[in-house]
């Protein structure tokens, strides 16, 4: 069970439940007197096809880049200075069993989709869905993966942000019949997406002279060294998205706590990657996506 775990890389699962635990926040805040019961269980639906969905996309990644022999360093113990341990290059598990998980998470994944477009009615966002999974596959599976094309941050800004937080939010208002605002889910789309990327920027530093080795072209191998500094700027917007909609709250008195909170963990976030404590930052990086809906919840309350 244990390889398992280390497999699923937890640090990294709030970048994918984050986005619809936050857009429920909203939705029941802006909505609070007409929020109905049914949009309890389509939020809790929308959880666990992001936590699935996740887990795939994680497993399938694992798989991939084993195969393609990417993470052939990565074989021994995590440590601070390592990145997450990979079952398959480190001979943890077959690739039968690999490929077995993979498609554990993805029927889960799609049972509870299914269910959460049936309770909104709603079943043209399967297509959508099945948009995941071939994005969580081609990453860096297939012939020619987009992830090894300086495609990432596009690809997690796009599902991780704007798909994972307004397409739960579209569904849990579509149950309750609840007018959707767009434009502040997009908002909120912007703050988790731009913190999603952060944490893709510090693994892909992080990993940039074995990516290129491999021919794995991310931005940080195209960019280098200087790829650094679009981390704070990424972290920057993100920040400032989630005041800007703190605001539209009315609640000014609860931005600048968040603005201290957050540039706290941004601050020490950034000055791990600079002492190459990459799971410190990582660990740092995560906090700030769950500081996100602690925040939507006070502002709730």
């Given at each position: 069970?244990?390889?398992?775990?280390?497999?699923?890389?937890?640090?990294?699962?709030?970048?994918?439940?984050?986005?619809?635990?936050?857009?429920?926040?909203?939705?029941?805040?802006?909505?609070?007197?007409?929020?109905?019961?049914?949009?309890?269980?389509?939020?809790?639906?929308?959880?666990?096809?992001?936590?699935?969905?996740?887990?795939?996309?994680?497993?399938?990644?694992?798989?991939?880049?084993?195969?393609?022999?990417?993470?052939?360093?990565?074989?021994?113990?995590?440590?601070?200075?390592?990145?997450?341990?990979?079952?398959?290059?480190?001979?943890?598990?077959?690739?039968?069993?690999?490929?077995?998980?993979?498609?554990?998470?993805?029927?889960?994944?799609?049972?509870?989709?299914?269910?959460?477009?049936?309770?909104?009615?709603?079943?043209?966002?399967?297509?959508?869905?099945?948009?995941?999974?071939?994005?969580?596959?081609?990453?860096?599976?297939?012939?020619?993966?987009?992830?090894?094309?300086?495609?990432?941050?596009?690809?997690?800004?796009?599902?991780?942000?704007?798909?994972?937080?307004?397409?739960?939010?579209?569904?849990?208002?579509?149950?309750?019949?609840?007018?959707?605002?767009?434009?502040?889910?997009?908002?909120?789309?912007?703050?988790?997406?731009?913190?999603?990327?952060?944490?893709?920027?510090?693994?892909?530093?992080?990993?940039?002279?074995?990516?290129?080795?491999?021919?794995?072209?991310?931005?940080?191998?195209?960019?280098?060294?200087?790829?650094?500094?679009?981390?704070?700027?990424?972290?920057?917007?993100?920040?400032?998205?989630?005041?800007?909609?703190?605001?539209?709250?009315?609640?000014?008195?609860?931005?600048?706590?968040?603005?201290?909170?957050?540039?706290?963990?941004?601050?020490?976030?950034?000055?791990?990657?600079?002492?190459?404590?990459?799971?410190?930052?990582?660990?740092?990086?995560?906090?700030?996506?769950?500081?996100?809906?602690?925040?939507?919840?006070?502002a709730l309350a």
């Open positions: 069970m244990r390889k398992w775990l280390l497999g699923a890389r937890l640090r990294t699962l709030p970048a994918g439940i984050c986005p619809v635990i936050g857009a429920f926040l909203l939705d029941l805040g802006l909505n609070c007197k007409t929020f109905r019961p049914v949009g309890y269980l389509e939020a809790l639906l929308c959880l666990l096809t992001a936590l699935f969905m996740q887990l795939f996309a994680n497993f399938a990644n694992d798989y991939s880049d084993g195969v393609k022999g990417t993470d052939e360093k990565r074989t021994g113990s995590e440590g601070e200075n390592r990145g997450p341990i990979r079952l398959l290059a480190s001979g943890l598990v077959t690739r039968k069993d690999l490929l077995c998980a993979c498609a554990i998470c993805a029927v889960a994944c799609a049972a509870s989709g299914i269910a959460a477009c049936a309770v909104a009615k709603d079943f043209w966002f399967l297509l959508i869905g099945v948009a995941c999974f071939l994005a969580g596959w081609f990453y860096v599976g297939g012939k020619r993966p987009y992830g090894y094309m300086a495609l990432g941050e596009i690809s997690v800004l796009t599902f991780f942000g704007f798909v994972d937080t307004m397409g739960s939010g579209y569904l849990i208002a579509q149950s309750s019949f609840l007018h959707f605002h767009s434009a502040l889910f997009a908002i909120l789309s912007i703050c988790f997406g731009l913190s999603s990327v952060s944490i893709l920027a510090l693994n892909n530093f992080r990993d940039r002279e074995e990516d290129k080795r491999h021919g794995k072209i991310t931005l940080a191998v195209w960019l280098g060294m200087s790829y650094a500094f679009f981390l704070p700027i990424f972290l920057f917007f993100s920040l400032l998205s989630l005041s800007f909609l703190l605001g539209y709250y009315r609640l000014p008195w609860l931005v600048a706590p968040y603005v201290v909170c957050d540039f706290t963990l941004i601050f020490f976030s950034c000055r791990a990657v600079a002492k190459r404590r990459w799971k410190s930052g990582m660990r740092l990086l995560s906090s700030r996506l769950l500081l996100i809906c602690l925040f939507l919840a006070v």
